[in-house]
T-cell receptor, first 118, second 114 residues
Framework: EAQVTQNPRYLITVTGKKLTVTCSQN?????MSWYRQDPGLGLRQIYY???????DKGDVPEGYKVSRKEKRNFPLILESPSPNQTSLYFC?????????????????FGEGSRLTVL | DQQVKQNSPSLSVQEGRISILNCDYT??????FLWYKKYPAEGPTFLIS?????DKNEDGRFTVFLNKSAKHLSLHIVPSQPGDSAVYFC?????????????FGKGTKLSVKP
C-alpha cells in the first residue's frame, strides 16, 4: 500500500530534550516536506526537500533541522524543543517537485504526529 | 501577510444542497491552485487542482472555479453529503511551479447536516 509513515504519532516531551520524528514514503517520490498545523494558522511549511541531499527552508524553519540521505526518508529533528513547538506535524511527499498541467501536484500526507513540549 | 486567505472558518450546509468554499489570494504570480480535505486524526488528502490557464475543473461532485481578475477561487460540492464534513484547505503555487512554493490557507470547516 502506497503511504507516508510518520513516527511517533504522539509524543509528550520536556523542554530541551532532543527528539526526531521520522518520515518514510514507499512511493519513490522525489519531493518531501514537513508542515505544522496550529489552530487558526492552518498548515505552515517547515522544510522541504527536492531530492536526496537537497533541502531548503520553508516558512517556519527556526528550531528544526532535517536531512535527506535517502530518497524514502526525511526525518525532522528538534535539537532543543521548546513549548512553542507544541503542534501537529505532517510529513508529505510528491512524485515530482514540479507542478504542471497534467501533473496534479498531489501531495501525499502522513497521518500526523502530535507533539507536546512541556 | 497572508497570501492565501480562507475567510470563512466554518460553513454549515444541509445534505443534498450545494457547498461553496471560497479562497482569495493576493499574489498574482500564483499560477496553480489545489484543494485538500482533512478529516480529524488524519492527514490532508488531495481533492482537486486547477492551473491558471483554466477557469474551471470538474471531478465528479467537485468543481473548482478560478477567477484570475478577482484573484478568487471557489470549490463547489454538489450534492453535499455528510461524509464531506471535513476541513478544506486551499493551496497555491508560485509561477514556475514548484512544490517548495506551496502556500496553504487556514482552512474552512465544512459541516454537512443530514
Amino acid at each position: 500500500e502506497a503511504q507516508v509513515t510518520q513516527n511517533p504519532r504522539y509524543l509528550i516531551t520536556v523542554t530541551g530534550k532532543k527528539l526526531t520524528v521520522t518520515c518514510s514514503q514507499n512511493m519513490n517520490h522525489e519531493y518531501m516536506s514537513w508542515y505544522r498545523q496550529d489552530p487558526g494558522l492552518g498548515l505552515r511549511q517547515i522544510y522541504y526537500s527536492m531530492n536526496v541531499e537537497v533541502t531548503d527552508k520553508g516558512d517556519v524553519p527556526e528550531g528544526y533541522k532535517v536531512s535527506r540521505k535517502e530518497k524514502r526518508n526525511f526525518p525532522l529533528i528538534l535539537e532543543s524543543p521548546s513549548p512553542n513547538q507544541t503542534s501537529l506535524y505532517f510529513c508529505a511527499s510528491s512524485l515530482s517537485r514540479l507542478l504542471r498541467p497534467g501533473n496534479t501536484g498531489e501531495l501525499f500526507f502522513g497521518e500526523g504526529s502530535r507533539l507536546t513540549v512541556l | 501577510d497572508q497570501q492565501v486567505k480562507q475567510n470563512s472558518p466554518s460553513l454549515s450546509v444541509q445534505e443534498g444542497r450545494i457547498s461553496i468554499l471560497n479562497c482569495d489570494y493576493t499574489n498574482s504570480m500564483f499560477d496553480y491552485f489545489l484543494w485538500y480535505k482533512k478529516y480529524p486524526a488524519e492527514g490532508p488528502t488531495f481533492l482537486i487542482s486547477i492551473s491558471s490557464i483554466k477557469d474551471k475543473n470538474e471531478d465528479g461532485r467537485f468543481t473548482v472555479f478560478l477567477n484570475k481578475s478577482a484573484k478568487h477561487l471557489s470549490l463547489h460540492i454538489v450534492p453535499s453529503q455528510p461524509g464531506d464534513s471535513a476541513v478544506y484547505f486551499c493551496a497555491a503555487s508560485l509561477k514556475g511551479g514548484s512544490q517548495g512554493n506551496l502556500i496553504f490557507g487556514k482552512g474552512t470547516k465544512l459541516s454537512v447536516k443530514p
